[in-house]
């Protein structure tokens, strides 16, 4: 298994507090985590081979009746990142260390 490390940014800025999800579909092999406020995320004991890797905006938070906020768009996420059967991002993961950066400005 391989130690993953992974930085997503937008146009240079980091991508913060979205969640970041591999899976190799054929191969029921997935992982899971959160962005920090760099953007960055490390995940140990990830499985080898090449997975397809999607970015999640952040959770909703529970809607405050007294403050009523317009919904975020998250726009620094494009909609085709958010779904694995959509995102272009891929990431082998080899043993050992594996560092991988998406900007997802294209």
Do not use: H, W
């Amino acid at each position: 298994a391989g130690v993953v490390t992974i930085k997503v940014t937008y146009g240079g800025k980091p991508v913060a507090d979205a969640s970041i999800n591999m899976v190799i579909p054929a191969e029921g092999k997935s992982a899971f985590a959160q962005l920090d406020a760099q953007g960055t995320t490390t995940i140990e004991d990830v499985q080898t081979g090449s997975y397809t890797v999607s970015v999640l905006p952040p959770a909703p938070e529970a809607p405050d009746p007294d403050k009523p906020t317009p919904p975020q768009k998250f726009d620094n996420i494009p909609q085709r990142f958010r779904n694995e059967t959509t995102s272009t991002l891929k990431a082998t993961v080899k043993e050992g260390e594996n560092n991988f950066e998406f900007d997802l400005k294209q």
